[in-house]
């Protein structure tokens, strides 16, 4: 652990070790904020995870707990954030508590095919979390998501009118763009609906309340430890996001797959970036309190069909194979996703927020990212993959 006598935040002020009570912190992002604050600072943590997300931090190879096992219900782990177990088996008010959520269920994969349990998981179980760090004075830093903008607004012109080219058309901004999603039917939009209630709800209790609050607006964090690959270890049918499903192709020697032709435009941050982000906000309660920070990377955009051009030229340069004869293959979204699927057509952040507060900017190349990115993949699956995909030998 870091020794934090001489850190000062953004204004100079020493930094006060936190208790941070972090829901979530076997996934993807929770896994590497949890590995930057116990190796990098003097905050403790108290970590909160599913079973199913727990090897993350042991793989990231730490892991502290307030118990033996993962708190049960979000009921539960709203308790849990405001008390810390002593030695004699008693329990304390904790002192300068910020906690962080993260738990949800955030596959698009899902959005469809589980928008019960999608509305439940980021709407319903956030409810008493947000409901304690209000009637209890702790400042809460909650994760939302850039689906919560839905479509853009140049979306709906025509193809070749010029303003669509208007950055105003299509910049995504924190304090003035309107959030649009498609009809009811279509269940892809369950997770983001889910999502901007709660951020509602949390600026309300802000408003009326005085609820601390910071949200945070992933705009496509990628990196190592994200999701899982199919059969390895998650399940053999599931359908990770975007970074793992072509991972997993490349992996298997398989043709990644684009949706309706992969026409859809990301913008794509290092996971490591983002982390140093949320680590300012965390230091900085004064600068982040209040707000709703995009983060993510504006220069790193390419189309999804582009995404899986580079994946693959990346991925021959680390493995030393050779890619496959035809590298890609159209689906479309119903065979892919199922009924209900839609889409946005762009996610580019507007970052002059959180550069205004916290003078952040993203550092890190798309290629080099997604280069650290499959050597990890790499390292970590590929005799893996090589085992479970070898037919046994003929006696």
């Known amino acids: 652990m870091a020794n934090g006598a001489d850190r000062l935040d953004l204004d100079g002020r020493p930094i006060k070790p936190l208790t941070i009570c972090m829901i979530g912190a076997g996934g993807f992002i929770g896994s590497h904020l949890c590995e930057k604050l116990m190796n990098e600072t003097p905050h403790k943590v108290l970590a909160s995870t599913s079973t199913t997300t727990r090897s993350n931090i042991a793989r990231a190879g730490y892991f502290s707990v307030g118990g033996e096992d993962p708190v049960p219900s979000h009921q539960h782990q709203a308790r849990f954030e405001a008390r810390g177990t002593r030695q004699d088996g008693g329990s304390d008010l904790i002192e300068n508590v910020v906690t962080i959520n993260l738990a949800a269920i955030c596959t698009p994969a899902d959005y469809n095919t589980r928008p019960l349990d999608t509305i439940y998981s980021n709407f319903i179980d956030a409810l008493p979390v947000v409901k304690y760090c209000s009637e209890n004075n702790k400042r809460l830093i909650h994760f939302s998501t850039c689906e919560v903008y839905g479509k853009t607004i140049g979306s709906f012109l025509p193809k070749d009118h010029p303003l669509r080219q208007d950055p105003d058309f299509y910049v ?7 959030c649009i999603f498609g009809s009811i039917e279509k269940q892809r939009w369950s997770y ?9 709800l949390v600026y309300a209790e802000g408003a009326e309340n005085g609820l601390e609050f910071t949200i945070v607006r992933p705009f496509n964090w990628i990196g190592p430890r994200m999701d899982f690959i199919p059969g390895i270890d998650g399940p053999s049918e599931g359908v990770p996001r975007v970074l793992a499903c072509f991972s997993n192709n490349l992996l298997r020697r398989e043709p990644l797959k684009l949706v309706d032709g992969g026409e859809s435009q990301r913008t794509f941050i290092y996971i490591k970036d983002a982390i140093e982000a949320v680590l300012l906000m965390i230091e900085n309660p004064e600068r982040a309190n209040g707000h709703i920070f995009n983060v993510g990377n504006p220069n790193n955009e390419v189309t999804v069909r582009q995404l899986a051009e580079m994946m693959t ?3 021959s340069k680390v493995s030393g194979e050779t890619a496959i004869e035809s590298p890609t293959v159209d689906v479309s979204s119903k065979e892919f996703y199922g009924e209900g699927y839609d889409d946005s057509d762009k996610r580019i952040p507007d970052m002059t927020i959180i550069n205004r507060q916290l003078g952040w900017n993203p550092k890190t190349s798309l290629w080099d990212l997604l280069e650290s990115t499959l050597t990890y993949q790499h390292r970590t ?6 085992k479970a995909t070898s037919k046994p030998v003929a006696s």
């Open 313 to 315: 030229q990346v991925y």
């Open 172 to 178: 995504l901004k924190e304090d003035t763009s309107p």
């Open 192 to 200: 983001a609906c889910a999502k901007q209630l709660i951020e509602r």
């Open 381 to 386: 699956y590929a005799e893996a993959v090589k």
